[in-house]
């Protein structure tokens, strides 16, 4: 029954803070109730402050949570708690007090109380010998001033509770005074109070009576000051770095503006793109992915030289840093792509062991394999000793022998296969041919099933770039140069050497026959056939097309006999004597 009853209402206060802060005038009544039930029960733990009351910690949590809705009522009551606490602070029950710094902090949240009372109150408390109630403290008294000077900074808050503090850091009780220092420490640290007069006041600290308190000041005061001057070697070397990135990236503007541009000839286009490849090749940041982008457009340029100095660029980026490239100029996707992660400015790429080393055994797959070894050896030696008779050996065709090794799919199983061999013993020069074959496949492993143009795999100039950039590497331009007569000369003399004449080949099996008439011909003086090749020369179209011309302009402008008897003609035939020339200048055309 009684069970049943502490779930009614006004005896359920979960319940009733629930319905207070939905309706809190629908249940003013109520909370009228308990508000007087905990003036009562107050009075009563005055009395004996130091025993633990859980029917008061309930109200003074109950109360703090609905004092937004009932503030006329409660208007004293942070200021009962504010008091209770620094009258009977070091005889309160441990858990009594934690119930009190709640309520006051969750009352200070809500504005109902100001910071300085209650920060000042807290730091008093850091005289009481308990130590989960300080470490709440300090986080609190942390946070909150962090708070108030978010937006801005709160001069009169900072110089009230500095005050304090300096006062506090002088306390007898060693306990508060290195906790209030470590609350000034770590404001500093947070970059929240940064002023003189901080320092001041945590200086003072040296000469507190306090021995903790001395060590920590010092030992602070040394890092920070390490810290400080680490910082400043840091910032400089950043500051240089960043003028000089910028300086970079000026010079790869001026040059992909004065020499890579169409205006210039082909051989000053292909020297700045190469210019530019080794300069990204030190430093791949200082080109932007737009520029980049523009450079690489060169790679259908008509002039081949152009075009392998901006596929260069592309195969630089394609290992440097893929992502500032377009999508279809980063190369089919391999292996390698997959784990490459490109490098931030300052950031570096150390790893603790050497990539493509899950491709070799680890240790203990090399002890199974001698063992295995071993194990044939002793059968061999047994068969060895022997009595000569026949042996029956087990022998199945379905048996093959296992993998050298088992290269994990999982890129974490990989990684961890890799740290094992590689930590786990010195490897030879085979097995780094091993790793640097592992390496090349990668780069030419693709994904099966997507339709792209295969990508030959580029290797790199045999002339390693080493600190001084060799000249040949930026003038190298990929065309032919241009020789004068007596270098083609050379190279034609030096190509014809050891190599026999070229002469006329006599095609005759027997040699002592005799020649065609078409080969004499050849032989004979041109003056003793020039007749015939005159009567055999053809004529020219524009010959046949002039002598056509002629003939019909006659054959038009001649004027045609008339028409005779019979006697007539034949007297004419035989006066003329059958001449036909006279009558029809043009038969001998025909």
């Given at each position: ?551 019909f302009y006659l054959l038009l402008n001649t004027e045609r006999p008339e028409e005779k008897s019979f006697e007539e003609a034949e007297a004419q035939k035989i006066k003329k004597g059958n001449d036909y020339s006279v009558d029809r200048p043009f038969d001998g055309l025909l």
């Open positions: 029954m009684a069970h049943r009853n502490n779930n009614k209402l006004p005896n359920n206060l979960p319940q009733l803070q629930n319905l207070i802060k939905r309706d809190s005038e629908s249940y003013k009544d109520e909370f009228l109730q308990q508000h007087r039930h905990y003036q009562s029960t107050l009075q009563i733990f005055r009395l004996k402050p130091s025993l633990s009351n859980d029917t008061l910690s309930n109200l003074i949590m109950f109360l703090a949570q609905v004092s937004d809705c009932y503030k006329v009522d409660l208007e004293n009551f942070p200021q009962e708690l504010h008091d209770l606490l620094q009258n009977h602070a070091t005889v309160l029950h441990p858990d009594m007090r934690m119930i009190l710094c709640k309520a006051l902090i969750l009352l200070r949240n809500k504005g109902h109380i100001s910071a300085t009372v209650v920060l000042e109150l807290f730091f008093g408390l850091f005289r009481c010998k308990d130590k989960l109630l300080r470490k709440t403290l300090f986080n609190y008294i942390v946070q909150d001033i962090k708070n108030v000077n978010s937006k801005h900074k709160n001069a009169k808050l900072n110089a009230t509770l500095q005050n304090f503090m300096y006062t506090m850091l002088r306390d007898n009780n060693a306990i508060a005074a290195k906790m209030s220092l470590d609350v000034m420490i770590e404001l500093y640290r947070r970059n929240i109070w940064h002023d003189a007069k901080t320092v001041n006041v945590i200086i003072t600290a040296l000469f507190s009576k306090v021995t903790k308190a001395n060590k920590k000041t010092a030992k602070e005061l040394l890092v920070q000051h390490k810290i400080s001057k680490t910082t400043r070697k840091k910032q400089k070397k950043l500051s240089r770095a960043l003028r000089l990135l910028k300086v970079v990236e000026s010079v790869l503007m001026t040059i992909a503006n004065n020499f890579i541009t169409e205006r210039n000839a082909s051989e000053v286009m292909a020297v700045g793109l190469n210019a530019v490849r080794e300069i990204c090749n030190r430093c791949p940041l200082a080109l932007g992915e737009d520029l980049l982008q523009d450079l690489v457009m060169y790679k259908t340029h008509k002039d081949k030289g152009v075009l392998m100095a901006a596929r260069s660029l592309m195969q630089l980026y394609r290992e440097k840093n893929p992502a500032l490239l377009h999508k279809k100029d980063r190369g089919r996707p391999n292996e390698a792509m997959k784990e490459f992660k490109p490098l931030q400015y300052g950031e570096s790429g150390a790893i603790d062991y050497l990539p493509g080393a899950e491709v070799l055994k680890t240790t203990d797959e090399r002890d199974e394999h001698g063992k295995d070894h071993e194990e044939w050896e002793s059968c061999s030696e047994d068969d060895d000793d022997s009595d000569g008779s026949w042996i029956d050996v087990h022998h199945s065709s379905d048996e093959e022998l296992p993998e050298e090794t088992d290269i994990p799919s999982d890129p974490t199983e990989k990684i961890q296969k890799a740290k094992e061999v590689t930590q786990s013993r010195i490897l030879t020069q085979e097995e780094f041919k091993q790793l640097h074959l592992r390496q090349l496949a990668k780069k030419l492993s693709t994904d099966k099933g997507k339709k792209r143009k295969s990508d030959v795999f580029e290797e790199e100039d045999e002339e390693p770039s080493g600190e001084v950039i060799s000249l040949s590497r930026i003038v190298n331009v990929y065309k032919k140069r241009r020789h004068d007569k007596e270098a083609r000369m050379e190279t034609v003399l030096a190509s014809r050497e050891g190599r026999e004449k070229y002469t006329h080949r006599d095609r005759r099996q027997n040699p002592n026959a005799s020649t065609t008439n078409k080969e004499k011909k050849k032989k004979k003086s041109f003056m003793m056939i020039k007749h015939k090749v005159a009567r055999t020369k053809k004529k020219s179209f524009q010959e046949k097309q002039l002598n056509e011309t002629t003939y």
